[in-house]
């Protein structure tokens, strides 16, 4: 597994902190508008549900993160210059509405979200920066629940999202990934330079929220 080692975590945390007050980030670029893929729903609830029993695919709609904070999320597509469109709102994730949903049997589903604001300072997602190999992250929808396990993370940096990434794509085996921004931070070059890429799988299937 491919985790940053404590002191490298402690010293992106660390980056973090120092410059709480810039504007944020710009969460990757799944892919430009033109060449957005559709949203995950061209089967029909009925084809779905065979293929994952009684389960009918959700949006999520929010996720508890290792360290127990809850964070509501929406549905967000791209910007007209081909960013993902996080949520402003440090207390939001937004999920790629393009990728796989809670209870697809296949590929990524990507959340995103800041990880500080110049008004709002930090954001729940900058504890993602300190997360280990075996953590749990809750997922849920309106009807639905699962659980995922950290297996990676890993930086990248900005502007490695691009189209036909295994880390958005709705292709592939059922996967977490959460995404937001890592030092260093260099206003001259944009903002933050890195991005911090957490991968989970899940944990058991889907089930029903009481």
Known sequence: MDFLGPLKALAALATVLV?????????????????????????TPSAVAQRVGSVVPEPPRGIQLPNGH???IRPVGTTRHGLLDVPEDIELAGWWSGGSRL???FGSTLVAAHVDSRTQGLGPFASLLG????????LWSDGLRQIFEVTSLRLRPQGTLGPG???????GRRRLTLVTCAGPYDAARG???NL???MATPLGNPRRRP
């Open 165 to 171: 990434s295994y880390l958005h794509s709705p292709d």
């Open 103 to 105: 209870g697809d049997p």
């Open 131 to 138: 997360v280990h190999a075996g953590d749990r992250v809750h």
């Open 196 to 198: 911090a890429v957490i």
């Open 19 to 43: 410059v709480a007050s810039a504007t944020g980030c710009a969460v990757g670029d799944p892919a430009p508008p033109a060449a957005a893929p559709p949203p995950a729903t061209s089967a």
């Open 191 to 193: 903002g933050y330079q």
């Open 70 to 72: 809850r964070v509501g």
